[in-house]
């Protein structure tokens, strides 16, 4: 099993960035893709962006391309999200999850409590 635990979340300005952190418990971390997801108020959860087990490869939702980063360090356990030229339509909770490479969230078995982006206009 994998535990996980985001940090990093907080309000920032419109145009801003915040890097988040998901630290993984356990040692088999590195067996398994990661994912970041979100969900606004009043909305479905949806997909940001995955990371293979290496990091050698990534993909994002059309709406964070070009803004975030996905990223991970094996040797620390820690999955990241860069997120820079924020917008207030990503004001969101931002959720870790392992499990297989892809956009569906079924594709997740383990998922973290979540951390707050407030983006301010």
């Known amino acids: 099993q994998v535990q996980l635990v985001e940090s990093g979340g907080g309000l920032v300005h419109a145009g801003g960035s915040l890097r988040l952190s998901c630290a993984a418990s356990?040692?088999?971390?590195?067996?398994?893709?990661m994912g970041w997801f979100r969900q606004a108020p009043g909305k479905e959860r949806e997909f940001v962006a995955t990371?293979?087990?290496?990091?050698?490869?990534?993909y994002y939702a059309d709406s964070v391309k070009g803004r975030f980063t996905i990223s991970r360090d094996n040797s620390k356990n820690t999955l990241y999200l860069q997120m820079n030229s924020l917008k207030p339509e990503d004001t969101a909770v931002y959720s870790c999850?392992?499990?297989?490479?892809?956009?569906?969230?079924?594709?997740?078995?383990?998922w973290g409590q979540g951390t707050p982006v407030t983006v301010s206009s």
């Open positions: 356990g040692r088999t971390f590195s067996r398994y893709a």
């Open positions: 990371i293979i087990w290496s990091g050698g490869t990534t």
């Open positions: 999850a392992a499990g297989r490479y892809g956009r569906s969230e079924t594709n997740y078995a383990y």
